[in-house]
Each structure stands twice: as structure tokens, then as C-alpha cells.
């Protein structure tokens, strides 16, 4: 049977782009100690989504440190032409590295922390270059 205790708590914040978003989350390990993460999602019409190592190579904290496939499709298949298959690239990083220590004491009710916010920004910026990027 599943108490209340098995779950922990979560905060999300996400930025919406027209061919991305961001999402940081911070997860309760245990009370007042958190693990904080970044995650890019590239959709298909976003350059990096068919460049999965340039899309690792992005400027996250200590690196890439997870990447997934997403393909989300109705249920009972494409009925109408309105429906489609969804695909998504999930790229990110964690902030529970060697001498990350200040960042488990940061508690999501302050906010994102301000580095993490600067990462954030240096992440919306590469990625933008990337799509912006004219092959001559």
C-alpha cells in the first residue's frame, strides 16, 4: 500500500520556446536537502533534434549527464488528420556533483537558485545560435 511517505515532493519550472523548452526541477532527497536539474527539450523542428551530440555537447553544469527519445502517438493510432506522432529530445544535467554541496541546502520556495538561472540563460542562448547557424 502506498503512504504518503513514499512520495517525495517537486518543483518544476519550465520555459517555453517556439522549438525547445526548459525545465528545471528540484527533487526532495530527504527534508532540507535537494538535488536540483536542468533539462532541454528539443522538438523535432529544432536543429539539435537530429544532432543528439551537439544537443550532449550544450553548456550544462558539469555536462550532459541524461538524454532520452520521446515518441508520444494516440493511443489507437492516427484516426484523424489532426493527429500525429510527437517526438522529443530530452537533454540535461544535475547539480549533485563533487563541491555542488551549496546547491542541496537550496530549498525551491526561494526560487531557482541565481547560478542556475545563468546556466539556464547560457542553454536558451546555445541553443538559439545553434538553430540560427547558416551553413554557406
Keep these: 500500500m502506498t503512504t504518503s511517505s ?3 515532493k517537486q518543483h518544476s519550472w519550465f520555459i517555453k520556446k517556439s522549438t ?3 525545465e528545471v ?3 526532495e532527497m530527504n527534508e532540507n536537502n535537494w538535488i536540483w536539474n536542468v533539462y532541454v527539450y528539443l522538438f523535432q523542428d529544432n536543429k539539435l533534434f537530429n544532432d543528439v551530440e551537439s544537443a550532449k555537447n550544450l553548456p550544462f553544469h558539469g555536462g550532459c549527464t541524461f ?3 520521446y515518441i508520444k ?3 489507437l493510432g ?3 488528420d489532426w493527429q500525429k506522432i510527437d517526438k522529443s529530445l530530452q537533454v540535461g544535467c544535475d ?3 563533487l563541491y555542488d554541496d551549496y546547491f542541496n ?3 525551491p520556495d526561494d526560487g531557482i537558485p541565481p547560478a542556475i538561472i545563468s546556466d539556464v540563460d547560457r542553454l536558451i542562448q546555445a541553443v538559439e545560435e545553434f538553430n540560427n547557424d547558416i551553413i554557406c
Excluded: T
Design 25 to 27: 526541477i528540484a527533487w
Design 78 to 80: 492516427i484516426k484523424y
Design 20 to 22: 525547445f523548452s526548459i
Design 73 to 75: 502517438e494516440p493511443a
Design 6 to 8: 513514499d512520495f517525495k
Design 105 to 107: 541546502q537550496c530549498h
Design 95 to 97: 547539480y549533485d556533483h
Design 67 to 69: 538524454d532520452k527519445f
